[in-house]
């Protein structure tokens, strides 16, 4: 948690990508209140925020450090040939000095939060930016904030707390329970919910945060929890403002679309993401789908279709992303984060929870349609909810593989993992549900403890 030295990394990690253009200000000047002296500079430093997320979620799934080894971590993605530390996540055999789990993932999310916490400050203090620009600012900042410990907290259970620019404070922060991080996420999202507006609603421009990509990301948090009610209410708030709609297989992942609630937006000028470079101007990718989510796809699923492609050698690999260098198209796709999908299956799940299966039923439906396959109001209408539960999981799986750890947090999460993981993951054990936090930073910090197992 050496925020200033993360300044520099990522500004220097910056430089190498496809310019920013619209971000005047370099990032490493973001904790000055000159930054932050009126609506236009302050703007344009929140951009540089949304805009250094590539280095940890935007590169894109199968690309991106998050999603990929997530994604090893889990039963969803095998590669080919490994390095020592793809072969740590594929095996659960990490050790806190495995090269990803410090720099690329817990350094990365305390890099965000370390921006955020500066804007906050920053414009909390600012004479310059006006009332109503304050709290849009402000609310952005929270939800970066929010969506970095939500990844922290379930990839490394408790962590430290920090809500302050302050180095010295940070430096020698220890862990926190996670109760207390999930009330920072609650909180810093409800705050974002009431201040951010629907500026960034409309298609084409959902790559920064609005009342409704906060409300979706807070219904995810209260399913997590186990909130039920609220988890229906907020996914039902998202539904219901028909602003967010399922698309085509083929067309989901477009800024244009109706789907996406909130993605990061390519760099630069580029109408393309990491991964759709990758899955069309490589070969043989170097992430494969396992035979476990090969298995789980229904005869007749067109996301089997859509999704995947096979590779020269014939192994499948994702085919999510459609856009590339080269193409000439004038159409842009994003890296989505939260999309309306998942906000059925919240909904699903929570009515399940809430013994509402017939409205469960009909949310799994809708998913369940677009993916060409028979409904379960027709095959099964009298399903129970141990089964249901067991469906929507399922669904999960085929529907969100390679995006950002959603079958790694799902299976943990539901409590299968001795059921999944235990049965397709050779060595699996129980203390393998969190990361070890990384051994660079208990070097530094003398008062963070360790995680069991490690």
């Known amino acids: ?50 805009a250094s997320t590539q280095n940890g979620f935007g590169p894109g799934p ?55 916490n500066a804007a906050i400050e920053n414009l909390e203090k600012s004479k310059g930016v ?10 952005e900042a929270k939800f970066i904030r929010a969506l970095s410990y939500f990844y922290l907290v379930n990839l490394y259970g408790p962590a430290p707390l920090a809500t ?80 967010y709609t399922l698309d085509t297989l083929d067309g989901m992942f477009l800024t244009t679309s109706p789907e996406p609630i909130f993605y990061f937006s390519p760099a630069g000028t580029n109408n393309y993401t990491t991964e759709g470079s990758q899955v069309h101007n490589i070969t043989s ?17 067109q996301r089997r279709v859509k999704w995947v492609r096979e590779n020269a050698d014939g192994k ?7 856009i590339f260098s080269g193409t000439g198209s004038t159409r842009k796709e994003g890296t989505a984060v939260l999309r309306a999908a998942e906000q059925y299956l919240i909904r699903a799940e929570a009515r399940t929870q809430r013994d509402n299966l017939s409205g469960a039923i009909a949310d799994l439906d809708v998913i369940r349609h677009r993916a ?25 799986f085929v529907e969100f593989f390679g995006e950002f750890g959603h079958r790694w947090m799902d299976v943990i999460r539901t409590g299968n993992t001795t059921k999944i993981f235990g049965v ?22 003398p008062n963070l403890s360790q995680n069991d197992g490690y």
């Open 1 to 50: 948690m050496k925020p200033i030295i993360y300044c520099g990394i990522t500004l220097l990690l910056l430089a190498g990508c496809d310019k920013f253009v619209d971000v005047p200000l370099p990032i490493s000047q973001l904790s000055t209140e000159a930054t932050f002296a009126d609506n236009e500079k302050a703007g344009s430093a929140i951009r540089g925020i949304y």
């Open 62 to 116: 199968f690309s991106g450090t998050l999603s990929g080894n997530a994604g090893l971590s889990a039963d969803e993605l095998i590669k080919i040939s490994y390095n020592a530390d793809q072969e740590a996540f594929q095996q659960n055999n990490l050790t806190p000095a495995t090269s990803p789990v410090g720099g690329a993932l817990w350094g990365a999310f305390y890099y965000y939060i370390y921006q955020a």
């Open 130 to 139: 006006t009332a109503d620009k304050k709290v849009q600012f402000i609310g």
């Open 164 to 243: 302050t620019s302050d180095y010295r404070v940070n430096a020698l922060l220890p862990r926190a329970d996670t109760g207390k991080l999930w009330q920072l996420i609650e909180e810093d999202l409800r705050y974002a919910i009431t201040n951010t507006g629907t500026d960034f609603t409309t298609k084409g421009a959902r790559s920064r945060a609005s009342r409704y990509s906060s409300a979706a990301l807070l219904a995810r948090v209260q399913l997590y929890r186990k909130n039920w009610a609220d988890a229906e209410a907020l996914a039902t708030d998202v539904i219901s403002s028909n602003l």
């Open 285 to 301: 990718l170097p992430y494969r789908l396992s035979p476990y989510l090969l298995a789980a796809f229904e005869p007749g699923d």
């Open 316 to 322: 499948p690999s994702a085919n999510k992303y459609k």
């Open 372 to 396: 060409g396959l028979p409904l379960i109001a027709n095959t099964n209408p009298s399903i129970s909810k141990t089964a249901l539960l067991d469906t929507i999981l399922h669904e999960r």
């Open 424 to 445: 397709n993951k050779p060595g699996w054990e129980k203390d393998d549900v969190l990361y070890p936090v990384p051994a660079g930073e208990r070097e530094l910090n």
